[in-house]
C-alpha cells in the first residue's frame, strides 16, 4: 500500500496525486495522499454513503457498522470491503495507469 515517489515519473505525477475517488466493488471510495519520506501514503480512506454520497463513519470498532451523518443509511464495512484490500486495488489502479 506504499509507492515510493522515486518511482513515479514526472509527467504522470499529477494524475496519480488527482485519483482522490474510485468506485470499488459498487460502492464510491475517497482518500488522500500524504507524503512521508518521499513515500506517498493514502489516508482518510473513506466509503460513501450509496444514497447520498457522504462519507460514512465507523459507528463501532467491534461489529463494523458504518453510519451515514446526513441520512442515517446504516451499513456493514462487511458489505463494502476491507480497507488494506481496497488501498491494494486502489495501488494496483495506478499501477495499471501507467503501464
Ligand atoms: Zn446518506
Redesign the pocket.
Given at each position: 500500500m506504499i509507492i515510493n515517489e522515486s518511482e513515479i515519473k514526472e509527467d504522470t505525477k499529477t494524475d496519480y496525486l488527482t485519483y482522490k475517488e474510485e468506485l470499488i466493488k459498487n460502492w464510491k471510495w475517497s482518500w488522500d495522499w500524504s507524503s512521508l519520506e518521499n513515500i506517498w501514503h493514502i489516508t482518510n480512506l473513506k466509503v460513501h454513503?450509496p444514497?447520498?454520497d457522504?462519507p460514512m463513519y465507523e459507528t463501532s470498532f467491534y461489529d463494523s457498522n458504518l453510519s451515514?451523518p446526513?441520512?442515517s443509511?446504516k451499513t456493514n464495512s462487511r458489505q463494502c470491503g476491507d480497507s488494506d484490500n481496497i488501498k491494494r486495488i486502489i495501488i494496483d489502479n495506478i499501477d495499471r495507469k501507467r503501464n
Open positions: 454513503c444514497k447520498c457522504t451515514c446526513r441520512c443509511h
